[in-house]
């Protein structure tokens, strides 16, 4: 599980070519597969940033944060006494 991307390109051309990186990340028999510029909602250029993105991706998973629709999730705020009794 990690990165990668989708071209025909191998090795260090694959690093450094424009197509966009994707993250992987299997939790409890469960895979999350993201492109991860979408998910992070920022451009995603060098390997290093990938990296650093897939960490974030990973985190996501683990708190349960991770939107399959391959947008962060938005962390809801502590329940208010007005918001409860709406509910």
Do not use: I, N
């Amino acid at each position: 599980m990690g990165l990668y991307k989708l071209c025909e390109h191998k090795g260090r051309e694959r690093d450094r070519c424009s197509h966009p990186w994707w993250g992987s990340y299997q939790l409890r028999g469960r895979s999350h597969r993201v492109s991860l510029a979408r998910w992070s909602g920022r451009e995603v250029t060098s390997k290093t940033a990938a990296h650093a993105v897939l960490d974030e991706l990973r985190k996501a998973v683990r708190e349960g944060a991770f939107d399959s629709k391959h947008q962060r999730a938005e962390r809801p705020g502590p329940m208010t006494c007005d918001a409860l009794a709406d509910l």
